[in-house]
């Protein structure tokens, strides 16, 4: 790569930083996912009372809660808000280390990453999805170096940062030793990793196991116990009906309505070039996209899960395809920002801003929109007013995204 051409990468790579803190700092408390506030609060509730509280009233997520509780505390909800857009960046860029890009493909990681809007501005909010994928990349990047110790503790934390990335980790375990020589020095490690990584999840579980009374019951999974409730996870009824249209319109936008169809091209025509098994990264790269497309399939609710499936498929596209396809996707990914379109016209349960949408029905209505960026600008959506409510005594500075420590001269 020639110096002008580098500088230009990285003045475009530092744009898309800038435009994330921007995005970041203006959506303040007004976030686009429901659940932000509550891990704000678990965190409140220690400060307030000294007992930790899980988040959504379930296993709680107590590193993410911690950290993004912090910096809402001490600064507010715009810094929080830039600190969880940071671990998302650092992530990406760690993957692309990991997989040995070079630094020109890394550059073009971090370019077609930061292009999907939706992607890229989803991890503008306080939520603990980009501070789970941050200690996944850690732990795979220290796996790849054979560090045992380091990558226990680092897939440990990643769990308790997003109880689901379980289904990634222990596989990815597997994976990787099932790619090195068999002997008994490799098996050993292979559970003592396994092993380690465990312990690590439960010494960080302990909390929520003391809040429960060291009771199981809030792991309300109709796959392990006997519930039939609709939405176990936020979502439908587990059923074909309920699940596949969700899935396939969430895959559909998260991919952006014009690089889908490029994806779908790539797919068909391409398939045994894409799924090469010889070589562990292409291999990790797919389990990470099928097990996420899976996992995703029961809980088609926030297309935040997706996060590893999109990261995983831009590294697979880079290592498999030449410039001129990962042009051609950015290309589209901007246009995105700009101007967009609706092929359906859903209607929700409620109305009302204040309840989480839930679909009852669609049906076909193209229309052209305005794009992403230039929505997400225009937005007068104020979601923070409904989040305030539940914020108690720090409503006021919530609503204001001023540090939600209070003010010795707040007048209350």
Not at 107 to 127: G, H, M
Request: glycine content about 4%; overall charge positive; aromatic content about 22%.
């Amino acid at each position: 790569m020639n110096s002008l051409e580098k500088n230009k990468f990285n003045f475009i790579v530092f744009l898309f930083i800038c435009v994330g803190f921007y995005v970041s700092i203006k959506r303040g408390s007004n976030f686009s996912d429901g659940d932000a506030h509550d891990v704000i609060l678990s965190f409140l509730n220690f400060i307030d009372f000294g007992v930790y509280k899980p988040s959504r009233a379930a296993y709680g997520h107590l590193v993410p809660e911690f950290i993004i509780g912090f910096f809402a505390y001490n600064f507010g909800t715009q810094i929080s808000n830039a600190i969880c857009f940071l671990f998302f960046f650092v992530s990406i860029y760690i993957l692309g280390k990991t997989f040995n890009l070079t630094d020109k493909n890394l550059k073009l990681l971090l370019f077609l990453s930061l292009s999907n809007f939706l992607l890229f501005s989803e991890n503008t909010n306080s939520i603990d999805y980009p501070i789970a994928l941050f200690f996944l990349s850690l732990g795979i990047f220290f796996l790849k170096k054979n560090k045992i110790l380091i990558t226990s503790f680092f897939f440990g934390v990643a769990i308790v940062s997003r109880a689901n990335f379980v289904v990634f980790i222990y596989p990815i375990i597997l994976i990787y030793f099932l790619y090195k020589d068999y002997n008994k020095i490799n098996f050993i490690r292979f559970l003592a990793l396994a092993f380690l990584t465990t312990l690590i999840g439960i010494i960080f579980f302990i909390p929520t196991l003391i809040f429960y009374d060291f009771s199981l019951s809030f792991i309300n999974i109709p796959f392990f116990n006997n519930s039939t409730t609709p939405g176990w996870y936020g979502g439908p009824e587990l059923n074909i009906k309920s699940l596949l249209p969700r899935f396939i319109y969430k895959i559909y936008l998260i991919l952006g309505v014009f690089s889908s169809f490029i994806f779908f091209y790539l797919f068909v025509f391409n398939f045994k070039k894409i799924f090469n098994y010889k070589e562990f990264d292409q291999s990790l790269c797919i389990f990470v996209i099928f097990s996420n497309l899976l996992l995703f399939f029961f809980m088609p609710v926030k297309t935040l899960l997706l996060n590893p499936f999109m990261i995983f498929s831009y590294i697979l596209i880079i290592k498999t395809f030449e410039k001129k396809i990962i042009s051609i996707i950015i290309i589209l990914n901007l246009l995105q920002w700009i101007i967009s379109y609706d092929i359906l016209d859903i209607k929700y349960k409620f109305q009302d801003l204040c309840f989480a949408k839930e679909a009852i029905s669609a049906k076909l209505d193209f229309k052209i929109k305005k794009g992403s960026l230039v929505e997400f600008i225009n937005n007068d959506k104020k979601f923070a007013l409904c989040y305030s409510e539940f914020m108690g005594e720090y409503k006021k500075e919530f609503l204001n995204n001023s540090p939600l420590k209070l003010s010795k001269d707040t007048v209350r």
